[in-house]
């Protein structure tokens, strides 16, 4: 505040006494002044009232929700990985001539909760780093029926038919790019495997045309699909594997993923260990 000034209640006649000055105040007369207080407290309000409604809001979201982390959990991953693409950035600079690909195969079941951990955890981070010194195949695993040349899949005939359109997805866009990415964006939602929307919609995502898979799976009555299916079941058989999900690196196991956990990795079950070792065996000696 500002200090009064007292005045005496005499003036001496033989002197003439000036007041002494007054402190200067704001002028709060003066209208720029005025505008950049008010500019200064709306600015102030408006912040407030923001950091306000986002506490609010926030707060509402989780009282309304309580999976909401288990939500996040379970779907970021998903949508990450879901696109097999290749960062221009990454460890991957190309094969060339003098190195012989290295085999990598991958032993699934379509509608296995271990098959989608096995892809999305180990195999797409991996191949987005060695796509290009891979022989990459996706296989899978079943039981011939040698009374009518069929096959018996674990969790039903709707596996059946989403091994095949997989399979079929491989066999017509052989690139990984295309077929795996596929193949994870079905596996991610294997519980609706082999459901026409879901099809349709990774077909749509993953530029692959869906009359050409249902062309591949019912053609002669079938025939092709179940052949390919009866040949990659024998693949696998032949390899002594029998649990989805196996990863086979240069004919031997490098990895399985069964009953939600890893085990039989002799050389790590991290993303780096798989493509180290890719590496080790693309630069041996021919």
């Given at each position: 505040?500002?200090?009064?000034?007292?005045?005496?209640?005499?003036?001496?006649?033989?002197?003439?006494?000036?007041p002494?000055?007054?402190?200067?105040?704001?002028?709060t007369?003066?209208?720029?002044?005025?505008?950049?207080h008010?500019?200064?407290?709306?600015?102030?309000?408006?912040?407030?009232?923001?950091?306000?409604?986002?506490?609010?809001?926030?707060?509402?979201?989780?009282?309304?929700?309580?999976?909401?982390?288990?939500?996040?959990?379970?779907?970021?991953?998903?949508?990450?990985?879901?696109?097999?693409?290749?960062?221009?950035?990454?460890?991957?600079?190309?094969?060339?001539?003098?190195?012989?690909?290295?085999?990598?195969e991958?032993?699934?079941?379509?509608?296995?909760?271990?098959?989608?951990?096995?892809?999305?955890?180990?195999?797409?981070?991996?191949?987005?780093?060695?796509?290009?010194?891979?022989?990459?195949?996706?296989?899978?695993?079943?039981?011939?029926?040698?009374?009518?040349?069929?096959?018996?899949?674990?969790?039903?005939?709707?596996?059946?038919?989403?091994?095949?359109?997989?399979?079929?997805?491989?066999?017509?866009?052989?690139?990984?790019?295309?077929?795996?990415g596929?193949?994870?964006?079905?596996?991610?939602?294997?519980?609706?495997?082999?459901?026409?929307?879901?099809?349709e919609?990774?077909?749509?995502?993953?530029?692959?045309?869906?009359?050409?898979?249902?062309?591949?799976?019912?053609?002669?009555?079938?025939?092709?699909g179940?052949?390919?299916?009866?040949?990659?079941?024998?693949?696998?058989a032949?390899?002594?594997?029998?649990?989805?999900?196996t990863?086979?690196?240069?004919?031997?196991?490098?990895?399985i993923?069964?009953?939600?956990?890893?085990?039989?990795?002799?050389?790590g079950?991290?993303v780096?260990?798989?493509?180290?070792?890719?590496?080790?065996?693309?630069?041996?000696?021919?």
């Amino acid at each position: 505040m500002d200090e009064k000034t007292v005045l005496p209640t005499t003036t001496p006649t033989t002197t003439t006494t000036k007041p002494p000055p007054t402190p200067s105040t704001p002028n709060t007369s003066n209208p720029n002044g005025r505008d950049k207080h008010a500019l200064r407290r709306f600015l102030v309000a408006i912040c407030l009232m923001v950091l306000v409604w986002t506490l609010c809001g926030l707060d509402m979201d989780l009282d309304d929700n309580d999976v909401l982390s288990e939500w996040s959990l379970e779907q970021m991953p998903l949508t990450t990985i879901s696109t097999f693409t290749v960062p221009t950035t990454d460890v991957d600079v190309g094969g060339d001539a003098d190195h012989e690909l290295v085999a990598l195969e991958a032993h699934i079941m379509s509608k296995c909760p271990d098959a989608r951990d096995c892809l999305r955890e180990l195999v797409l981070p991996a191949m987005q780093r060695v796509y290009s010194k891979v022989n990459f195949t996706l296989s899978f695993i079943g039981t011939p029926t040698n009374s009518d040349d069929g096959v018996a899949c674990k969790h039903g005939p709707e596996e059946c038919l989403g091994n095949i359109i997989e399979l079929c997805a491989q066999k017509l866009y052989p690139d990984p790019k295309i077929f795996l990415g596929f193949t994870m964006c079905l596996t991610k939602n294997y519980h609706e495997i082999p459901q026409r929307s879901l099809i349709e919609d990774c077909a749509l995502e993953h530029a692959i045309e869906f009359d050409q898979l249902n062309q591949c799976a019912t053609k002669d009555d079938g025939a092709l699909g179940i052949g390919l299916l009866r040949d990659s079941v024998k693949r696998s058989a032949d390899a002594g594997v029998t649990k989805s999900c196996t990863i086979r690196l240069d004919n031997e196991i490098f990895c399985i993923r069964d009953g939600g956990q890893w085990s039989d990795c002799p050389h790590g079950s991290s993303v780096n260990d798989l493509v180290l070792a890719v590496e080790k065996l693309y630069r041996r000696e021919l």
